[in-house]
């Protein structure tokens, strides 16, 4: 994306000009009378004529064939909003619509009259071109390979525009995001195990973090028993990535990101029917946003120590299998009953838990994609949020608020911890019954972190999107990519 400044209007570009109007009446009348002398061109008695009337997020679009220089003015009806996330969300919306119409319309150059609009405040700015930036994305890959979009976006307006930090860490943010959509996306045949260890080596290499990655032989002497057990059906070998990023400056903390990185769940022989079985390519998800934000924190540089574990299999079917009745014994020596092998997710993050925890770090946050309970409960607009420490569950619940990726606190209720005590081991991997599936889960989760403050987000509901509209395409989300990166950034 390239940005201009301009101070006047009168530098619109030919192609495509989107003033915000605002709801006040008296600011409307003064905005309309501007772009009547600025532009010769009557706004305001071609609103009346075709009787407009002002609605929030709607667009007019004045065609005006006549005129010289000018092929399309658009009216963005533009809310005073007081909360934050929702204001955030329209300055996005507002980025995303000046994109899609730009391509609509074929052009090159798209003005944005900002003098209603605040860039001066960093949020809103970033809001903004991370609206624009993440609807330029297509995935492609199997169809007919679209040229990219490159649209110029030419700011008008007399205070300060918006600086160049913030637009790289825009550009940064909507890049990975992009990434983990990518990933995401791909057909699972295209995305076993072993290709995340490949992204994960070129992200590595191009963002200078440190890689290790840990295969089956490795992961044996370790007793990394969840993952070996679930990647047990599969012909593609499991592996336990972990990335490394160490700012230049000694970093005051270290916080450890967790994400499942199932990269086709079929259920095991616990086998899920066919159209639960549709989508489960996206069982990576949480794995995707860890390794898509470790490039983001590399190339922003940021301040904090970050480390990645990626625990990556296949949840297949074979002789060679894990059967319900099962027992393992995980990395931490506490035994599992695993009754049902659909819930591999929680088995393969038990031990990426154990690794984190090992190394010490202030915080563990774990992204997964763990329960269809949570799609239930919460639906596709909100992520489930568990966490150990209010301060960590209210920085993370700020964070995504500031993303525009909503995140709703569950409880870590230990009332149900009796709902998952094994008979014949000490804890089982499913609940007894289908109640608070969610929260069975992280409570499975808990037992595998010990002191270490701790954050769980249940992405199954989010990841996945079928809107097609503002910022977001039909496919994977890229959720928790941005939500992360400001949690990350705003640690001191
Ligand atoms: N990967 C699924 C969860 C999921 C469901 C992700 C829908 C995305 C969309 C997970 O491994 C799973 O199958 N969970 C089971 C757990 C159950 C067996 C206790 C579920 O939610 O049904
Ligand atoms: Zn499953
Ligand atoms: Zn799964």
Redesign the pocket.
């Known amino acids: 994306m390239k940005i201009e400044h301009f101070q006047s209007l009168k530098n619109h570009s030919r192609e495509l000009l989107i003033v915000p109007l605002p709801k006040n009446s008296k600011l409307q009348s003064q905005k309309l009378k501007e772009l009547v002398s600025v532009l010769g061109f009557n706004v305001s008695a071609e609103l009346k004529r075709r009787s407009l009337e002002w609605k929030a997020g709607q667009m007019f679009g004045l065609d005006t064939p006549t005129h010289k220089q000018l092929k399309t003015v658009l009216l963005y009806c533009w809310d005073e909003l007081k909360d934050d996330y929702k204001l955030l969300n329209q300055y996005r919306a507002l980025g995303a619509q000046a994109f899609r119409r730009a391509v609509s319309l074929k052009a090159k150059v798209v003005s944005l009259d900002y003098t209603l609009l605040d860039l001066t405040t960093n949020k809103n700015a970033l809001a903004l071109l991370e609206g624009f930036e993440l609807s330029n994305y297509s995935f492609s890959k199997y169809t007919k390979e679209k040229a990219a979009n490159t649209i110029t976006l030419r700011l008008i307006g007399r205070r300060k525009g918006i600086s160049t930090t913030i637009a790289k860490q825009a550009r940064v943010a909507a890049t990975a995001t992009k990434l983990a959509r990518d990933l995401v996306n791909l057909p699972p045949k295209d995305c076993p195990p072993r290709h995340l260890v490949a992204v994960a080596r070129q992200v590595a290499r191009k963002s200078r973090l440190k890689l290790e990655v840990l295969n089956k032989r490795t992961l044996k002497k370790l007793g990394a028993n969840g993952l070996l057990a679930v990647s047990q059906g599969s012909t593609e070998p499991p592996f336990l990535i972990k990335l490394s990023y160490r700012p230049s400056k000694r970093p005051k903390k270290t916080i450890a990101l967790v994400g499942?990185g199932?990269t086709f769940?079929s259920?095991g022989l616990?086998i899920?029917p066919a159209d639960?079985m549709m989508?489960?390519k996206?069982?990576m998800?949480g794995a995707a946003a860890v390794l898509a934000t470790m490039q983001a924190v590399a190339e922003l540089k940021l301040s904090v120590a970050v480390k990645a574990y990626i625990p990556t299999t296949e949840?297949m079917i074979s002789g060679d299998a894990q059967k319900p009745g099962d027992i393992i014994r995980a990395m931490n020596g506490k035994t599992i009953e695993v009754l049902?092998t659909?819930?591999?997710?929680?088995l393969i993050l038990a031990d990426a838990l154990c690794l984190a925890e090992k190394d010490k770090p202030d915080a563990i946050i774990d992204l997964?994609?763990?329960?269809?309970?949570?799609?239930v409960a919460l639906g596709t607009d909100y992520a489930g949020l568990y966490a150990t420490s209010e301060k960590l569950r209210d920085q993370l619940l700020n964070a995504g608020n500031q993303a525009g990726e909503r995140l709703w606190p569950l409880p870590l209720a230990e009332e149900y911890d009796p709902l998952i005590k094994g008979s014949f081991s000490d804890i089982r991997?499913?609940?007894a019954g289908?109640n608070a599936?969610?929260i069975?889960?992280a409570l499975f989760l808990k037992h595998f972190v010990n002191k270490t403050d701790w954050a769980h987000l249940d992405?199954?509901?989010t990841?996945?999107t079928d809107k097609d509209a503002d910022y977001l395409t039909r496919g994977g989300v890229g959720f928790g990519v941005r939500t992360l990166i400001n949690y990350l950034a705003n640690i001191r």
């Open positions: 499942k199932v769940d259920g616990s899920k639960g989508t489960m996206i069982d998800a949840n049902n659909d819930a591999e997710g929680r997964a994609t763990l329960t269809g309970a949570v799609v991997n499913i609940g289908r599936g969610s069975t889960a992405i199954a509901g990841a996945w």
